[in-house]
T-cell receptor
Framework: KNEVEQSPQNLTAQEGEFITINCSYS?????LHWLQQHPGGGIVSLFM???GKKKHGRLIATINIQEKHSSLHITASHPRDSAVYIC?????????????FGSGTQLTVLP | EPEVTQTPSHQVTQMGQEVILRCVPI?????FYWYRQILGQKVEFLVS????????KSEIFDDQFSVERPDGSNFTLKIRSTKLEDSAMYFC?????????????FGSGTQLSVL
């Protein structure tokens, strides 16, 4: 079955901690998205990556195409980073259009 | 940064009624999408739209659903006869290109409640 799996499902951290969220997928893909869903429900695209690593501020995303695995890292975490983080990839049809989403990682950063 | 806007933010309707969810994609984007998220579940792809026609649709997108770009700026999702199980958050998204390395931009969603 074509799936996108995330771990952990829930993560609680203290402010300042380094955070890692993992995503694995079952078939070869050309690119993977990392998204952030705020408590109000809105979705923000953080990264779209097809190889290697991308960095934006305190966020770093990496992908290993051969191992079918991606990670999202947050350095020096802050309570405002508290959100659901979702990875998504076009695996169901191979098309860029039809994304399959992971179940999300609920991150809570405590002050 | 340009935004995808969705209206209304909340919609309550009676079972069997028709609803239209509206989206204004980013102006130079060519590819448009609807996704939905039932409470507590994963986000799911519904449909993609390009050049005034549906490009792909999922099994969820049955005959009760339709999409339209009526005036070159709005992108709408219509549910003809709503069912209880249509209650969900509906997200519109748009992209400039089809390329797999192209970021998608999401709206803030419409929460649909079917009573």
């Amino acid at each position: 079955k074509n799936e996108v799996e995330q771990s952990p499902q829930n993560l609680t951290a203290q402010e300042g901690e380094f955070i890692t969220i993992n995503c694995s997928y079952s078939v070869g893909i050309s690119a993977l998205h990392w998204l952030q869903q705020h408590p109000g429900g809105g979705i923000v695209s953080l990264f779209m990556l097809s190889s290697g690593k991308k960095k934006h501020g305190r966020l770093i995303a990496t992908i290993n195409i051969q191992e079918k695995h991606s990670s999202l890292h947050i350095t020096a975490s802050h309570p405002r980073d508290s959100a659901v983080y979702i990875c998504a990839a076009p695996i169901s049809s191979g098309s860029a259009r039809q994304l399959t989403f992971g179940s999300g990682t609920q991150l809570t950063v405590l002050p | 940064e340009p935004e995808v806007t969705q209206t209304p933010s909340h919609q309550v309707t009676q079972m069997g009624q028709e609803v239209i969810l509206r989206c204004v994609p980013i102006s130079n984007h060519l590819y448009f999408y609807w996704y939905r998220q039932i409470l507590g579940q994963k986000v799911e792809f519904l449909v993609s739209f390009y050049n005034n026609e549906i490009s792909e649709k999922s099994e969820i997108f049955d005959d009760q659903f339709s999409v339209e770009r009526p005036d070159g700026s709005n992108f709408t999702l219509k549910i003809r006869s709503t069912k209880l199980e249509d209650s969900a958050m509906y997200f519109c998204a748009s992209g400039r290109l089809l390329a797999t390395n192209e970021k998608l931009f999401f709206g803030s969603g419409t929460q649909l409640s079917v009573l």
